[in-house]
């Protein structure tokens, strides 16, 4: 099952988890199952209008910073990362 | 004569065009003065415009009245804030992932209800020449409220500090930070528009592991990224409702868009066309002319030139971060890191959005710490809005982060390069801001620094250090493409649309030219406008070798398969009898058939008409830059003076596809760093006036600064793309200020953790003003 590493500010709403295991094969799925999991979570994530994920979250897959956003295909055993994007210059 | 060391080639492949060293295809217009930079558009009956910029670093607008400016004869238009739309004040994804706040990046270019840094922008006018407009700016009348102004971060984070703006919303986690609260949100006002964290492991059992502990806190001013070119917009009206806009940045699609957002137009009512661009260094991802120029035009329905001057490109647009940062390491006694924290507070400018992200997650990014913990904060205050520079973060970040492991080094008496390998992150190292590394070569850039003469050569004088510093960048990708068509002369145009600021062009070309086994020369670069080719992101994040190599690779492939197709064709063989070698078309078994890329070329137009490859990509996979420079100082212990002795960069480039264009980024980013070192900052008086406006009081490096800058590049390929690329051109500017300040302690044993190391602080630290644990700002 694919591992989540919860942001910081997010680990109030998954009992102070750094990680978890959700399952889903894409990166849609995994937030989705997320939300079941540990409601609340989806919000600060997803953004429900534009159905994707928040302007500034970036996903990061196996330690690649994914371009495909929700539509990120995930392994059994990837690690899932969400964090704040960075600009280049 | 350049005297280069060899460059460690550890990559495994062969190669005949990708790792040679081609004249750029545009290099001779440039150095004969033909090539065509943004002020060079005139299109006929075009006007002149001129901004008129707040001399106040934070005041109320009441109200401003044109009709004297508009009274004068030759002047046609003048634009305020209420010429431009008012989009959404929230975060939008304003397209392809650009995260932008569109209010505030309107407010930017045209202050609205306040003026929020000295050298804002409030109106614009056009006229019948400069001169015109300059006068008619005198006759605009801007009625101001002066209100209290704070240009500090530390300030600004004080309670009963001036409020920069009333309603900012405190986004967390938010890279480019706040929006503009909703109206039912009573939140307490702030100037600090984000709070980014990142954690691994637990700092708290971490530093009881530790034998040796340091502590240091730098502080560090705001800098421009210094390009030649100021920036400059021409923009004209077609009778269809359509606008052409002509300027030189560093992703026009980025203009297209702005443009059409201040505007509130489709994007496809705006033809964005990319002229010659004197420098960006990320100063020119961000548009303040654009849209000026096109509302003057559509106002004064003739085509309008805006331009800056000097002192306009230091007041009125980006420059880095003024910041100050943090650290605490722990190790054990025999050199092993065992946790970290840092805290990083970024000046933001008049609106959120500083890099502050970005250098917290850097800044440990180099090295294997199993525990560690980073916060950054974002802070606006009453300066010009802070915009993108080299790495953006990742300096100031290192600067702190790099001297801070020298001291450790000292404590620990272990060699700074030994302890850095001791501790280098390598394939699977956990980042402190929670991914895995993927593969890199930091070790091997460690052991080429070792390893090389400059790290063993005596110093070779009394007042002389050798300092070293690493450096970290991510590196960017994103969507790109390109079109490669044949010539029936046998050479190939290739079109894409990333702007060529480092020799892109020729790294284009040299993808294809593998791809096709032609020569690099017979393959024609052209950087083509929105109209002419697909959505290309913005040439930064050392992202274009990468992305729209890959793209014109994809497309040479294209091109390939159709050339194969059409020898089959000929033949009359199927196409898995025909192989492609070296730019020969060739039966796999029958050596009477046999035909060029250029015969067959000739013959395109007879067996199925023009060969045209494309490719869309946003490939993945960019992979990390690390660096690590070395440098050796001479200190005037009278003067303060500090000179640059001997200057090595080591770093890894992946696969370098042009080595001289990979060298002189190398040499470029060092050299912006040892100015940013020494030298650069601005000088702001207490009413926030920049006392530094030009090149003369603003003193950047030149070469009789400078010593040659050596370069190794280290060649560890990048897995992930077809040539092993890498991005290059923004970690050369992360380790310079730390090695610097690491080579001055070498050379009179004090620590400075103030930039700039001018003169002056170099002094003071000396009479012991500003001792071993820095005075913070």
Known sequence: ?89 | MLDYKPNVVLSNQEFNAVGSRPIRHDGADKVTGKALYSADIRPPGLLYAKMLRSPHAHARIKSIDASRALALPGVHAVVTSDDLAKPSGFIVDQAERALNNARFTSNNVLAEDKALYRGHAVAAVAADNWHLAEQALSLIDVDYEVLPAVFDAGEAMKDGSPLVHERLANQQNGSRGGGIRSNDDNEKSTNVSDHCEFRIGDIESGFKDADVIVEKEVSTVAVHQGYIEPHSATAMWHSDGNVTVWSSSQGHFSVQETTALMLDIPVSKVRAIPMEIGGGFGGKLTSYLEPVAAALAKKAGKPVKVAMSRTEVFEGTGPTSGTNIRVKLGATKDGKFVAAEARLVFEAGAYPGSPVTGGAACMFAPYDIPNAYIEGYDVVVNRPKTAAYRAPGAPAAAFCMETAIDELSEKLDMDPVEFRLLNSAKEGTRRASGPLMPPVGFVETLEAVKNHPHYKAPLGGPNRGRGVASGYWTNYSGPSNAVATVNADGTVNLVEGSPDIGGTRATAAQHAAEVLGIPVEDVSPLVADTASIGYTSNTGGSGVTFKTGWACYEAALDVKRQMIGRAAKIWEVPEDDVEYVDGVLQHTSDPELRMTFSQLAARQNTTGGPIVGSAGVNPGGAGPALGVHLVDVEVDSETGKVEIVRYTVFQDAGKAIHPSYVEGQMQGGAVQGIGWALNEEYFVNDQGQMLNSSFLDYRMPTSLDLPMIDTVIVEVANPSHPYGVRGVGEVPIVPPMAAIANAIHGALGVRIDQLPMNPGRVLESLWGNNGSNGSGR
């Open chain 1, 1 to 89: 099952m694919p591992e989540v590493w919860i942001p910081p500010r997010m680990q109030g709403l998954t009992d102070g988890k750094q990680q978890v295991q959700v399952e889903g094969r894409t990166v849609r799925q995994v937030v989705n199952n997320l939300e079941v999991l540990f409601p609340g979570t989806k919000s600060l994530l997803y953004d429900e209008e534009a159905q994707d994920l928040l302007p500034g979250v970036a996903v990061i897959v196996d330690g690649e910073a994914s371009q495909m956003g929700l539509l990120q295909q995930v392994q059994e055993d990837s690690e899932v990362h969400f964090l704040p994007a960075i600009g280049g210059g």
